[in-house]
Antibody
Framework: EVQLVESGGGLVKPGGSLRLSCAAS????????MNWVRQAPGKGLEWVSY????????HYADSVKGRFTISRDNAKNSVYLQMNSLRAEDTAVYYC????????????????WGQGTLVTVSS | DIQMTQSPSSLSASVGLRVTITCRAS??????LNWYQQKPGKAPKLLIY???NLQSGVPSRFSGSGSGTDFTLTISSLQPEDFATYYC?????????FGGGTKVELK
């Protein structure tokens, strides 16, 4: 069974840092490109960042570029999101989500999601 | 970046009714369009990928259609467990943008 379990959320002051983790199981982790997607309270979904299976490629939303860093450790079946210079508008539930592999008809849909971890940025 | 617009933002419907949600892309995305269902406090769930392909385990009352810029999600006969928020998402390129969501409520 595919499982994605996020951790590391919490309350942090504006300007602070936080590192989120996502532990994967039930599939060959290194084959899959991974993402972070967030959802502010009462709002819609916003893609945040992407990392390829071998960590060769990363992408970021403009709203977090230069402040957030995605990384992964395939030996630990985990993907991470280092968040620096946090702002109130970064307050959200952060989901870890997988792109499919192999990706026949569509490579950029999110076929499995974790349960999310809440990040609150407030003084 | 490609922008996604959903309509309506919310709707009220009764059990058994047919429901249609639309999604429009700011440029042609061929058939690279996906639909998700999200219930309160839960993660989104992939329903339909590549515009019209039902994800494994999703009931056949859900269907998707469209190509280019205009897409629809149809629930043929609304069931109590279908009351949720639905999101479209373009998978033509990165960033993979979502629509604003459509909340389906009980009438």
């Amino acid at each position: 069974e595919v499982q994605l379990v996020e951790s590391g959320g919490g309350l942090v002051k504006p300007g602070g840092s936080l590192r989120l983790s996502c532990a994967a199981s039930g599939f060959i982790f290194s084959d899959y490109n991974m993402n972070w997607v967030r959802q502010a309270p009462g709002k819609g979904l916003e893609w945040v960042s992407y990392i390829s299976g071998s960590s060769t490629y990363t992408h970021y939303a403009d709203s977090v570029k230069g402040r957030f860093t995605i990384s992964r450790d395939n030996a630990k079946n985990s993907v991470y999101l280092q968040m620096n210079s946090l702002r109130a508008e970064d307050t959200a539930v952060y989901y870890c989500a997988r792109f499919p592999f192999p990706c026949g008809a569509d490579c950029y849909n999110f076929d499995y999601w974790g349960q999310g971890t809440l990040v609150t940025v407030s003084s | 970046d490609i922008q996604m617009t959903q309509s309506p933002s919310s709707l009220s419907a009764s059990v058994g009714l047919r429901v249609t949600i639309t999604c429009r892309a700011s440029q042609s995305i061929s058939s690279y369009l996906n639909w998700y269902q999200q219930k309160p406090g839960k993660a989104p769930k992939l329903l339909i990928y590549a515009a019209s392909n039902l994800q494994s385990g999703v009931p056949s009352r859900f269907s998707g259609s469209g190509s280019g810029t205009d897409f629809t999600l149809t629930i043929s006969s609304l069931q109590p467990e279908d009351f949720a928020t639905y999101y479209c998402q373009q998978s033509y390129n990165i960033p993979p943008a979502f629509g604003g969501g459509t909340k389906v409520e009980l009438k």
